[in-house]
């Protein structure tokens, strides 16, 4: 790998650990970049979820104030989380290279629909909560749905953050803030025990995931601080453009 493709998986890294943080699509960024460097996909999917833990939980680190009195959320649902990522990994290791060049664009596709409606999510999920501070361990069916969010986020996880987020905005009675910190909890919790199971696939690139998880790591911080104050438009204007760019590597 030459030093220009390293340098920029590195800010693809930066680019998907601020993504993650405020939106929830950063893999939408780091894998089609990888496939463009020609990594094989199951290889790729494998380093980028291990790659990317990092950021999430800078950016968690980030949103600490907003995560004060959710520690029994955080325990309940990061624990349907991670069962969830186990299942996914599982099946991403499991089933042939086939099956996920086949499945692939199809969650691509869903990623980058969610991320296109995620201006209208949002807007529901802010009526929604209003400026409620009242903590709530959420209705019966909310942790099963994170367990199988989880499960997609173990196969693939393109835009697992904007399904876990709209989850706690139908199910948790609190505020958006609330609800997306608790978000950058949930979600690492899926990525790390993926992680886990991957380390012991042989398919992990260590560089990409070195690359990946420096530049996440700084990308966390800034997702957690400016990258609120970025115009939401312009950083799903290049998500969407960088997964219409991934659906057609894969058909070329």
């Keep these: 790998m030459s030093f220009a493709e390293c ?12 993504i993650n943080t405020v939106v929830g699509s950063g893999t939408l960024i780091t894998f089609p970049t990888l496939l463009a460097f020609g990594v094989p996909p199951v290889t790729a999917n494998v380093s980028n979820t291990l790659g990317l833990v990092p950021g999430s939980l800078s950016g968690a680190w980030g949103y600490r104030a907003e995560l004060v009195g959710q520690r029994a959320r955080i325990i309940r649902f990061g624990i349907a989380s ?8 599982l099946l991403l290791l499991v089933l042939p290279s086939s099956a996920f ?5 199809v969650l691509i596709f869903i990623g980058v629909t969610l991320v296109l409606l995620g201006p209208r999510l949002t807007a529901r999920l802010e009526a929604r909560a209003g400026d409620r501070d009242r903590p709530s361990h959420g209705s019966g069916w909310v942790a099963p749905a994170v367990m199988g969010a989880g499960v997609y986020g173990g196969y693939f996880g393109a835009a697992q953050g904007v399904i876990v987020l709209g989850i706690f905005g139908v199910g948790l009675d609190d505020t958006l803030q609330r609800q997306n910190a608790l978000k950058n909890i949930v979600v690492p919790c899926a990525n790390a025990t993926a992680a886990v199971v991957f380390a012991f696939s042989g398919r992990i690139d260590w560089l990409i995931v070195l690359l990946l998880a420096v530049g996440a790591t700084v990308g966390g911080q800034i997702g957690s601080t400016v990258g609120r104050k970025l115009p939401p438009p312009l950083l799903r204007g290049v998500i969407v453009l960088v997964g219409v760019v991934a659906l057609v590597s894969f058909f070329m």
């Design 7 to 18: 340098a920029v998986i590195l800010l693809a890294g930066v680019a998907a650990g601020t």
């Design 82 to 89: 991670a069962l969830g990522a186990v299942i996914g990994a």
């Design 101 to 105: 060049r086949a499945i692939v664009p």
